[in-house]
């Protein structure tokens, strides 16, 4: 039942990013034009309607008196949203940061080139392989978890994302000077607590590994 009312708060703080998704998608008749658009009002719009849906339906299957199987494939449904909801805002924010200073600086800078690809391509190519996981999940007709190396693999995956973007800006600073996608991503971004989810993909990475050797010996 916590867990159910931590689902239901989380879906609540999305939900009160609507307003700003509105104001962001009437700018085109504004001064602040496609650019707020782009960075404010397309990210805030999906991600205060779309996640809330997914948690909601996901706090009335983590029910105990029904299957485990439908808990877990929601549960796999809101991450898979999470990731391409992750991929959006930060590759919207990259988009208005290329509308600012042009293709240069992204393309002069080595740096800016990883980062670049690693939000728009990187976190879309991960947001289509949890998908497709999901999904071959959901056709299972058995009651069993999911492959949880997999699982663990995903996680690790999308907290290696923001910690070596992290980690980049630390050694390297600012590259091509301070610009609105490092105001973002450093100034604005909520979602660095994603930074810690290792911590918890990393046994999962491990868990299944442990058990075979476990077997053999």
């Known amino acids: 039942m916590s867990l159910r009312w931590i689902i239901l708060l989380e879906a609540a703080n999305f939900l009160a990013l ?9 700018s085109l008749n504004s001064s602040f034009g496609l650019g707020f658009l782009i960075e404010t009002g397309v990210p ?81 190519a991960l947001g289509i392989y949890t998908a497709y996981f999901t999904k071959k999940y959901a056709s299972k007709t058995s009651d069993i978890q999911p492959n949880l190396q997999t699982v663990g693999a995903i996680i690790t995956a999308l907290g290696t994302y923001f910690v070596g973007i992290y980690v980049m800006w630390m050694f390297l600073d600012s590259v091509g000077g301070w610009s609105q996608w490092y105001a973002w991503f450093f100034g604005h971004n909520v979602d660095l607590w994603v930074m810690s ?21």
């Not at 609507?18 to 009437?26: E, F, K, R, V």
């Open 18 to 26: 609507l307003p700003s998704g509105i104001w962001g998608a009437t």
């Open 44 to 124: 805030c719009l999906v991600e205060a309607i779309i996640i809330p849906i997914v948690l909601v339906k996901l706090f009335f299957k983590l029910n105990p008196n029904k299957p485990a199987k439908g808990a877990i494939t929601w549960g796999l449904i809101a991450g898979t949203v999470y990731i391409f909801v992750f991929w959006l805002n930060n590759s919207c924010n990259w988009i208005f940061q290329v509308m600012q200073d042009g293709t240069e600086y992204v393309t002069a800078y080595p740096a800016n080139i990883l980062s670049f690809g690693a939000t728009t391509i990187g976190l879309l």
């Open 197 to 217: 989810i290792p911590l918890v993909g990393l046994p999962l990475l491990l868990f299944k590994k442990k058990e075979a050797e476990k077997v053999q010996n």
